[in-house]
């Protein structure tokens, strides 16, 4: 219980430094993007300001992140990132989007989430 608590307040300290009041919160505007092996992966949140936080969850909370006023602008940079990885195609599977969807065009949809 004790570990359990520790463990989100980092998360909640994070959520915080986004700008909201909790991790719960920040978690449902949170966007998986692309997983990095072997187990962390590349998120987009949608702020309180509508702006855009890219961040990777390596490492432990709070993260370090950066701002893009639109969505386009955060995953073109997410999009530059993986390219540059050269990681397999299949570990770029942007969340809240139908599988033929263009993710460049259009946000986000938290009712795609996984």
Known sequence: ????KLFFKKYDEFALKLGFSD???AYENTFFIYRIPEDAQWNATQLP???W?????????PYSFKVFETWKEAI???R?????????EHY???EGFDLEENVFKSLPNK???L
């Open 92 to 94: 770029w599977y942007p």
């Open 1 to 4: 219980m004790l570990f359990r």
């Open 53 to 61: 936080a890219v961040w990777n969850d390596i490492g432990q909370p």
């Open 111 to 113: 009712e795609k989430k």
């Open 23 to 25: 991790w719960r919160i």
């Open 76 to 78: 073109r940079y997410l």
């Open 49 to 51: 300001n509508k702006s």
């Open 80 to 88: 530059n990132l993986f390219d540059d990885s050269e990681l397999p």
